[in-house]
């Protein structure tokens, strides 16, 4: 089984902390595949970035309001490159992890069967806000869930049977525009996959929507002021399937983040795994020159 992070970079084509993920990922490296979608890939500079970005031909144009093609790409170029590929986590270029790898592998191999999505019922008037055009689908489908989760493959293969049996209500449903803010929601309740059996009810990426950037943005995180660790603290301590932050500039301080991820305990333990594997080697080693000798001069 395998985690597959898909990241959507379309804007800046950065990774505000790249240097972070890839340490972060490197300790979990043998269940992590890393995906990028993009819409210009000659403005990408990151070699790294671009050793794991997805073909072009599953490249269409998406905006705010009109980001599903990105979704299904992700997903469908995943789904296809590695089967292992189970959990399929949404990140966005300012996305950040926030939780220990080891913590993050636990999480993993305890919840695999299920997604995590955070959803209710639609907050807005639907018959002012025009947006999924929930007013034109039935009530009992008035939902919301967060944009930004994580999904099993069985779930996505659910969806991908909706979208195959019902191409106009898809059409319907996203040309309301923000449909990725109530389409999966709408989607899992139709199959009856939106209880506890199939989904964890749950936020998996701290956002503080208390204090927004913009009209549609949440607030951004670029010092660590004590409102701000105080807010990544508490969203820990309250969510316990919170593994991300967003939104990270990349001026915020590295130091502050490291805290959180406990890359110094990692490290110790990959050494000690190192540490153990070669001492077992080394063993077997002299096991095999003692059997080898022993039986040479037994018979000679």
């Given at each position: 089984m395998k985690?597959?992070?898909?990241?959507?970079?379309?804007?800046?084509?950065?990774?505000?902390k790249e240097d972070i993920w890839r340490k972060w990922i490197h300790f979990n490296k043998n269940i992590i595949n890393v995906y990028f979608y993009y819409s210009d890939k000659t403005k990408i500079k990151s070699t790294w970035i671009l050793e794991h970005t997805i073909p072009e031909e599953f490249i269409h144009p998406t905006s705010y309001f009109?980001?599903?093609?990105?979704?299904?790409?992700?997903?469908?170029?995943?789904?296809?490159?590695?089967?292992?590929?189970?959990?399929?986590?949404?990140?966005?270029?300012?996305?950040c992890p926030i939780i220990s790898p080891k913590k993050f592998k636990n999480l993993f191999l305890e919840n695999y069967k299920k997604s995590i999505i955070k959803w209710k019922p639609a907050w807005w008037n639907v018959n002012l806000v025009r947006r999924a055009n929930?007013?034109?689908?039935?009530?009992?489908?008035?939902?919301?869930?967060?944009?930004?989760?994580?999904?099993?493959?069985?779930?996505?293969?659910?969806?991908?049977?909706?979208?195959?049996?019902?191409?106009?209500?898809?059409?319907?449903?996203?040309?309301?525009?923000?449909?990725?803010?109530?389409?999966?929601?709408?989607?899992?309740?139709?199959?009856?996959?939106?209880?506890?059996?199939?989904?964890?009810?749950?936020?998996?990426?701290?956002?503080?929507?208390?204090?927004?950037?913009?009209?549609?943005?949440?607030?951004?995180?670029?010092?660590?002021?004590?409102?701000?660790?105080?807010?990544?603290?508490?969203?820990?301590?309250?969510?316990?399937?919170?593994m991300f932050i967003r939104k990270v500039?990349?001026?915020?301080?590295?130091?502050?983040l490291h805290k959180y991820l406990n890359f110094e305990e990692e490290e110790k333990e990959m050494k000690k795994k190192d540490f153990i594997r070669g001492v077992a080697f080394n063993l077997m080693v002299l096991f095999l020159m003692f059997s080898y000798y022993y039986y040479y001069f037994k018979y000679i």
């Open positions: 985690i597959a992070l898909c990241f959507i970079i379309n804007y800046q084509h950065v990774l505000n009109h980001v599903i093609p990105a979704y299904f790409s992700l997903f469908k170029y995943a789904m296809s490159h590695d089967i292992e590929n189970t959990w399929f986590c949404l990140l966005t270029d300012s996305c929930l007013v034109r689908i039935p009530c009992e489908l008035h939902l919301a869930n967060d944009p930004w989760f994580i999904i099993r493959r069985e779930d996505i293969e659910v969806i991908n049977h909706y979208f195959q049996r019902k191409p106009d209500a898809v059409k319907l449903i996203c040309d309301g525009g923000v449909a990725n803010e109530s389409l999966f929601a709408i989607i899992l309740k139709t199959y009856n996959r939106l209880s506890p059996d199939f989904v964890e009810n749950s936020i998996t990426h701290a956002t503080d929507w208390s204090r927004m950037a913009s009209s549609t943005s949440p607030y951004l995180f670029k010092e660590a002021t004590k409102e701000n660790t105080k807010f990544i603290e508490q969203s820990l301590k309250e969510n316990p399937f919170v500039a990349s001026e915020f301080p590295d130091d502050v």
